[in-house]
């Protein structure tokens, strides 16, 4: 019972940030003819180019990244992800296009900040929106590149591209749209990319071998003591992304929910540790 109210709370979370974000589309980043990020931002040069509905431009270029997703990476991060894309799609081409502000300073920076709260709310539930976050690891481990160094060509790309077709005007409130969004998305998030959890707990054998199997995760076995009784038990020390966080609180809180877990912020990390790890399927090697 409480792993399928996980579940659907995960799924409200998904659809409330895609419909905050399909918002921010409609009513201040398409009509006042800027892009965003990613495969978003894309669709809307091609439906300025084609008459293409966005949303359904949005959907199809998502497929083929979607299909290579299930293929590599699969589990709830994907599945949430489809969610994600299918409900975003949907929402872009119901909801209709218009204007609620002319200014578009106001319309850029209030455009990314609605947009970045619906993005949030999507990497909290443990999914994202799809496109580039996945195109982002795929290029990772083939070509060693950082997601970071992937979404800032990608984006750049669609910048450049709506300066050379369109105006630089509109190319340059675009830079402010995708810059608002990623502050709100970290302010909102509040995480960086690396976290350290400590787990005391006296199922740490059950919650290590899930956390190895679901996560692709080493961890560390630290030998503690009670204050009260001086009792002898075993914390769980284990280095992580943020996106494997919703899926670390699952294990746990199915093996021991009586276990007691903190988990921390790592400004930095020495030794073999893999930053995108939480997209590897489970059972793959890492």
């Excluded at 978003?40 to 959907?59: A, D, E, K, M, Y």
């Excluded at 443990?126 to 970071?148: A, F, K, P």
Aim: aromatic content about 8%.
């Amino acid at each position: 019972m409480q792993r399928a109210r996980r579940i659907l709370g995960a799924v409200a979370l998904v659809l409330l940030g895609t419909g905050i974000s399909a918002i921010a589309y409609t009513q201040l980043i398409i009509p006042n003819r800027m892009l965003s990020g990613g495969v978003g931002g894309l669709s809307i040069l091609i439906n300025r180019l084609t008459g293409w509905p966005t949303g359904t431009l949005v959907f199809l270029i998502n497929l083929p990244i979607l299909y290579l997703g299930y293929r590599k990476i699969g589990g709830k991060f994907i599945a949430l992800t489809i969610i994600a894309v299918i409900n975003f799609s949907f929402l872009l081409d119901i909801i209709p296009v218009r204007a609620a502000v002319d200014d578009l300073l106001l319309a850029s920076v209030f455009g990314g900040a609605l947009n970045g709260l619906g993005l949030a709310l999507v990497l909290k539930a443990g999914g994202s929106t799809g496109g580039t976050d996945v195109i982002g690891v795929i290029l990772n481990r083939r070509y060693y590149l950082s997601i970071g160094e992937v979404l800032l060509a990608f984006n750049g790309l669609i910048v450049l591209a709506s300066a050379l077709i369109f105006d630089l005007m509109g190319a340059l409130y675009t830079l402010i749209t995708m810059f608002v969004t990623s502050r709100a998305v970290d302010s909102l998030q509040n995480v960086r990319d690396r976290k350290t959890a400590l787990i005391v707990t006296s199922k740490h054998d059950e919650i290590a071998k899930q956390i190895h199997r679901r996560l692709q995760r080493g961890v560390t076995f630290l030998q503690g003591e009670g204050s009260y009784q001086h009792g002898q038990r075993k914390v769980i020390l284990c280095v992580l992304t943020r996106f494997e966080i919703s899926e670390l609180k699952d294990i746990v809180l199915k093996e021991d929910p009586h276990a007691f877990m903190t988990i921390s912020d790592t400004s930095e990390v020495l030794g073999r540790f893999e930053p995108y790890s939480p997209f590897r399927r489970a059972g793959s090697s890492s």
